[in-house]
């Protein structure tokens, strides 16, 4: 059993910058896609970035050149840099890991008002 923790969401203003942690219970990069996930009031859960066992990583259009996806494989710990934020990024963010199943964290809320 997976277990993801994440941490990092709150308040920014518009052009700000937050970073986002997951903490994976233990080693599973060498068999799971890492990927975050976001949910907005009213709309599907949408994939953001991921990153695959061997080093491949793929962006959603509305965050690419904004975002970065990183992992630690030392500490378990997977990360998501958000610069440039807009209110459209607000957001519960979720992370996921995903190989013959697929497990979640709680999720954290981006929030991206002035």
């Known amino acids: 059993q997976v277990q993801l923790v994440e941490s990092g969401g709150g308040l920014v203003q518009p052009g700000g910058s937050l970073r986002l942690s997951c903490a994976a219970s233990?080693?599973?990069?060498?068999?799971?896609?890492m990927g975050w996930y976001r949910q907005a009031p009213g709309r599907q859960r949408e994939l953001v970035a991921f990153?695959?066992?061997?080093?491949?990583?793929r962006y959603a259009e509305p965050v690419k050149g904004r975002f970065t996806i990183s992992r630690d494989n030392a500490k378990n710990m997977v990360y998501l840099q958000m610069n440039g934020l807009k209110p459209d990024d607000t957001a519960v963010y979720y992370c996921?890991?995903?190989?013959?199943?697929?497990?979640w964290g709680q999720g954290t809320q981006v929030t991206v008002s002035s």
């Open positions: 233990h080693n599973i990069f060498s068999t799971c896609i």
């Open positions: 996921n890991a995903k190989s013959t199943k697929n497990y």
């Open positions: 990153i695959q066992p061997g080093g491949g990583i």
